[in-house]
């Protein structure tokens, strides 16, 4: 099973996050459990819960993570619902999270779940089992719906024109398959060349961001999670893209919360709290040869910090 979704960055997670004292690892992304695993097996002291809202990535995972069933909870719930499954759990806080965004290569490799412009399948890309499929969103937003998305989740540049070529399209026969996404958006930017990114690879970006609520999930998870986090303990992301990385840099730099009180002031007047400490101030990316051994690993960024001390 390790040869379907090979880990990134595992090294670099595993040196992070096994060396923290025994406890709870919330694995918030679990996949296939390649990043899971090799936690469990460096760090004998540390229990696991694994969450993810793909029913069948847990299913895989459930057997990778046989040899430590006796350590291993797993849960298919989205990570923004962290706090809620801790509380039913009655956890105590976690030592370690980890959250290694995007898709597995299992989602993206299955025609049946829509999420690739390669192969042809139904028009879907949810994670999860439940809420709006791709084909709901293309056949019934608005045109600046449409736009916004392919914008602000693809940086798509041809947005407007693909927008309106959608309502274009669905005015005659409503969208179903990837190909028909393929089709629309190859009449408006072309067949694209050798050696360039495919033409849909921004559309489809930005339709899967949008179907999941990729970003929002990414937002309401991290302050909470860091919050959580038991004194010394740490948490660890690794996103694909610009816009997940933005949200985790810019929420980890608030989470510092260095103090803008002006620096003749005796005591601290501004507020500002410090919950984390950065341990990376830029992100950890793969080696050459991991990036040449795994394409997939090339815009992967880690970032990592450590939770200080609960203030009295
Ligand atoms: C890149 S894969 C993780 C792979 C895993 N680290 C491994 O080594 O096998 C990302 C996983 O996160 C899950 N996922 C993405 N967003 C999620 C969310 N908001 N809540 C829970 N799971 C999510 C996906 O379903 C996918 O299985």
């Known amino acids: 099973m390790s040869t379907i979704h ?25 996949g296939l459990g390649g990043h899971a695993s090799a936690v469990l097996a460096a760090a004998p002291g540390l229990r696991l819960i694994g ?14 993570l046989e040899p430590w069933s006796d350590r291993v909870c797993l849960v298919t719930r989205p990570f923004a619902d962290l706090p809620e499954v801790l509380d039913e759990l009655d ?22 779940r829509g999420f690739s412009f390669l192969a042809d399948g139904p028009l879907d890309m949810r994670m999860g089992a439940s809420g709006p499929t ?36 669905r005015r005659h026969r409503p969208l179903t398959r990837t190909g028909d996404l393929v089709e629309v958006v190859l009449g408006v930017l072309g067949p694209g060349r050798r050696g360039r990114i495919h033409p849909a690879t921004r559309t489809f970006q930005a339709i899967r961001i949008a179907v999941n609520d990729e970003l929002g999930q990414l937002e309401r998870f991290l302050e909470p999670a860091a919050e959580r986090l038991a004194p010394g303990g740490r948490l660890a992301v690794i996103s694909f893209h610009s816009l997940e990385d933005r949200i985790v840099k810019h929420t980890l730099q608030r989470l510092e919360g260095r103090c803008t009180c002006p620096p003749d002031l005796p005591v601290c007047r501004c507020g500002t709290r410090s919950l984390v400490r950065r341990l990376t101030t830029k992100p950890v990316r793969p080696s050459e040869a991991e ?18 001390e609960d203030e009295p």
Do not use: H
Request: charged share 35%; net charge negative; with cysteine.
């Open 6 to 30: 090979v880990p990134v960055l595992q090294d670099e997670v595993v040196a992070l996050l096994a060396a923290v004292r025994d406890g709870l690892f919330v694995d918030a992304t679990l």
């Open 134 to 169: 791709a084909a709901d969103l293309v056949n019934n937003a608005e045109e600046e719906e449409l736009m916004r998305i392919l914008w602000k989740y693809g940086e798509e540049r041809r947005s407007r024109a693909i927008a309106r070529a959608i309502i274009e399209r």
């Open 291 to 308: 990036m040449r051994a795994n394409p997939r690993s090339r815009s992967a960024r880690l970032r990592a910090a450590e939770r200080v």
């Open 91 to 112: 956890e105590e806080r976690p030592i370690a999270i980890l959250a290694d965004l995007g898709c597995s290569s299992l989602q993206l490799d299955s025609p049946g």
């Open 51 to 64: 969450l993810d809202r793909d029913p069948r990535a847990l299913e895989l995972a459930r057997e990778r």
